[in-house]
Every structure is written in C-alpha cells, then in structure tokens.
C-alpha cells in the first residue's frame, strides 16, 4: 500500500519558522483536506511532500523511501497544483501540455491532452496562447498540466482559485474518481465548505501546526466551522 | 537515450518560445548589428591600419549583446514559476542546465552568423580567409560565454536587480575566455596560422568551456533550488 508519510516537518525560512512538527501520512483511496488561514504554512507543506522544497528537520517517505533521495522515481508519482500555473504564457495550451507531457514521456501525448482538455471543457482554446487565457482557464490547464501523467500522488494548493462553478463540479468530478481508483490526494483550501464536502479526512494547519485532524465521517460540517473558527481565533488572538 | 530526448524537449521549448515573441534574439541582432555599423564607420580609419582591433571589437558586440540575451533566459522560467514545474518532472537537474546552455549557445551563434560577416565586410577582412578559422574560434568562445553566462544567470534571476547584477558577476569570470578569444581573433585578422600561434590559447578556450559545463551540470540543482 502506498502512504505518504511526513514526520516532524519543521521549516524556517531566516530565523521565521513556518512549520513546526508537522506529522501526516496519507494513504490510497484517501482525499486528505487541509484547512488553513491565510499564512499558516499550508503552501510550505503542500511543498515539502511534493519534494521541491526541503524541509529544515524531519523527512518525508514514499512507500518507506525517503523522497529526496529518491530522484526522480516519486517526481514521476507526483502532481503539483499550486497558485503559480507553472504555465508559458508564451505558448499555446496545447505546446504546454505537449512539452509537460513529452517530459513525462508520454507516448500518445495528442490523445492525453485531447482526453483532458475535453473533460475540463477547454478544448476549443487549447490553440491560443496561454496569455490570452482568463485566471480561471489558467487554472483549468494547469489542473491539465497536474493530471498529464496521470499521477499517483495529486498535491493541490487551493485548487479552486479563480475556477468557476462548473470548473469546481469538473475538479471535485475528477478528483472524487481518481481518490476511488486508488490514488493518494492531497489538497488545502480556504474554503470549508468545498473542502468538507470532497474530502475523506480532513486537519487544520495554523502557525505551522496541525492543531485538529479528524475523519470526515467523524465531524459534522457545522462542528468543523465552529472548531476551525475557534481554534484560528485562539491562535491569532 | 532519454537524457538526450529530454534535452532535445527542452531546447524546442525555448526555441519555440523564442519564435513566439521573437523579442529578445531580434533585440540582440538590432544592438549587434548597430555596434558593428557604429564602430566600423568610426573607426575606418584605424581599423585599417591596426587589424588587432577588429579583435576586440567583435568580441565586445558579442559579450554584450549575450548579456541581453542571458538575461532573459530564465526570467521567461521565473514567470509562473514554470521552471518548479520542470523541475518536478523526472528530468535530471543536469540536463535541465545543458538545455538553457545549448538554447543559449544557438541564440548567440545566430546573432555572430549575421553580425560577424557584416563587421567582416565593413572592415574589408578577408571573407574567404578569416571564416573558417574564425568559426572555431566563435564557436570556442560562444560556448564559455554560453556555460558560465546560463548558470550565473539562474543566480542572478532570483535577485532584485538581476539586470545589473548578470553583468557584474559575468565579465570577471569569462575574461580568460575573452582573452583567449581576443588573441586568436587577433591571429586570424593578422593572417597567420592559429594552428601554429594559437595552440595554446586554443587549448586553453576547451578547457575552460569543459571545466565550466561540468562544474555548472553538477552544481545547478543547487542553484535551481533557490529560483
């Protein structure tokens, strides 16, 4: 069974620590939501697990290996959605996707691409190039640009920016089906509602802490808001 | 195999890119072209008579005109950060630097391929002659700018001033490359034999662009870390 472990994660960026002992593990078939105000160090994690950034102290495994020495066998694993689209705006959506896609050696790039831009409706534009897009079919093709290889790990960070109604139903579609076939999904969001509605487990990062961590099915929706409410006020105040 | 396949991707991603904007190679060409028109028209006189001049000349319009180039070469990363996209693939970290470097290395070739013919013929050089031996030399020299001017110029991306600081940090590390460039240019607009006089500094140029392609292929995931 793949897990993503994460143990005793501490950051400091200076003398500024971002995270402090953050412990998570993950595993197949599980959406894991991560809540979080503005500056708590959501992106920092969301990060270190996707192996871009390492942590100060602490290590984070892949199937019992540690992912910065694992080279590039987790890179492939892994789909890393984040505010920046990582997107040329130079090109079309189309050579995004073609050149991402013939990194990952894929073999029958056009038919992926064709696959994804039709499921997340962006078919007709994926000839025009990526500066002419709205912030909302930006974030549809870097959703595209995330899934390309098909990923076993999905990391998103606020996935929801910029996207539309129908864009959110697409998303939450997609990622309900891929947590189904057994993927491992990471996701964090401003927005409790969305994000108790997809998720399978769900925790509250603030000030570089998990302070709350529950199975969804444990929690009401309401409880979540009152504990989220109570525990981001404690913590400013 | 897939080192090279990679290579080849990344190197048709900038080319691509490039062709879609067209801006930085044609700002490179614009300013190339007019520092060679301005200075053979100014220096007619003396280029005449001191032929070592020409030397300089040539390598100061390419060194410069790199520069707005080398610039921009990873500020187009930056931009959405897709450079942490790229580095998320399973792409070795090395291959990613010999990709900016050999885009880098044609950009600047194609800005010599139209600007050292001109200068050649504003300063009524022998064409048939200097071409030849000059390839080498231009190819020689390109790829030492080309090596240390792409991983100083990951550095100088995640800084503020980037523009002035690219510059400043280039220029002291590739005077051996210019020197040697310069010397040999010198040779060849002199008319004599590099095989017999430039020996040394031709051998001093390889090593200098090998030792800066295998110190910047090991040390760019380093830097990459910090884009």
């Known amino acids: ?237 | 195999m897939k080192p090279f396949k990679d290579l080849f991707i990344l190197i048709k991603k900038d080319i691509l890119n490039e062709l879609k904007t067209g801006g930085v190679l044609i700002s490179m060409l614009i300013f190339s072209l007019l520092v060679v028109v301005i200075f053979s028209f100014t220096l007619e006189s003396i280029l005449s008579r001191v032929k070592e001049l020409g030397a300089v000349l040539i390598w100061m319009t390419i060194i410069f005109a790199s520069v707005i180039g080398l610039n921009y070469s990873f500020s187009v990363e930056k931009e959405n950060a897709a450079i942490k996209a790229v580095m998320l693939t399973p792409v070795d970290r090395g291959v990613i630097y010999m990709g900016k470097m050999l885009s880098n290395f044609i950009f600047i070739l194609i800005i010599e391929l139209f600007t050292v013919p001109v200068f050649l013929l504003f300063s009524n050089y022998p064409l048939m002659k200097v071409i030849p031996p000059l390839t080498i030399i231009l190819i020689l020299g390109t790829a030492g700018i080309s090596s240390v001017g792409t991983i100083l110029s990951a550095i100088s991306t995640s800084t503020k001033r980037r523009d002035i600081l690219l510059p400043i940090i280039l220029f002291p590390i590739i005077i051996p490359v210019l020197i040697g460039s310069i010397r040999c240019t010198e040779i060849i607009f002199l008319g004599r034999s590099l095989r017999l006089e430039a020996g040394n500094w031709i051998a001093m140029l390889g090593a200098y662009d090998i030792l800066f392609i295998v110190v910047s292929f090991l040390i760019f995931e380093f830097v990459l870390e910090e884009l």
Not at chain 1, 190 to 200: E, F
């Open chain 1, 1 to 237: 069974m793949a897990t993503l472990k994460a143990e005793k994660i501490k950051k400091y960026f200076g003398q500024r620590k971002v995270l402090s002992d953050v412990n998570l593990q993950l595993e197949n078939g599980e959406l894991y939501v991560l809540f979080g105000p503005n500056g708590s160090g959501k992106t920092t994690f969301t990060l270190i697990i996707s192996s871009l950034l390492k942590p100060t102290e602490g290590l984070v495994t892949f199937e019992n290996k540690d992912v910065y020495k694992q080279d590039a066998s987790y890179r492939k694993k892994v789909g890393l959605l984040t505010h920046s689209t990582f997107l040329y705006e130079n090109l079309t959506g189309f050579e995004n996707l073609k050149f991402y896609g013939a990194l990952y050696g894929i073999l029958d790039i056009k038919r992926r691409i064709d696959e994804l831009s039709l499921l997340f409706e962006i078919e007709t534009r994926m000839n025009e190039s990526v500066r002419n897009f709205s912030r909302g079919m930006k974030q549809r093709l870097s959703i595209i640009r995330t899934l390309i290889h098909n990923p076993e790990v999905i990391l998103m960070d606020e996935p929801y920016t910029g996207l539309d109604e129908i864009g959110v139903q697409i998303l939450e579609g997609q990622l309900s089906n891929y947590r189904k076939s057994g993927k491992v999904i990471f996701m964090t969001t401003h927005n409790l509602l969305r994000g108790y509605g997809i998720a399978t487990r769900i925790g509250i990062l603030s000030r570089g802490r998990i302070l709350f961590e529950s199975e969804k099915k444990k929690i009401e929706r309401n409880e979540l808001n009152e504990i989220y409410r109570r525990l981001i006020r404690n913590e400013t105040f």
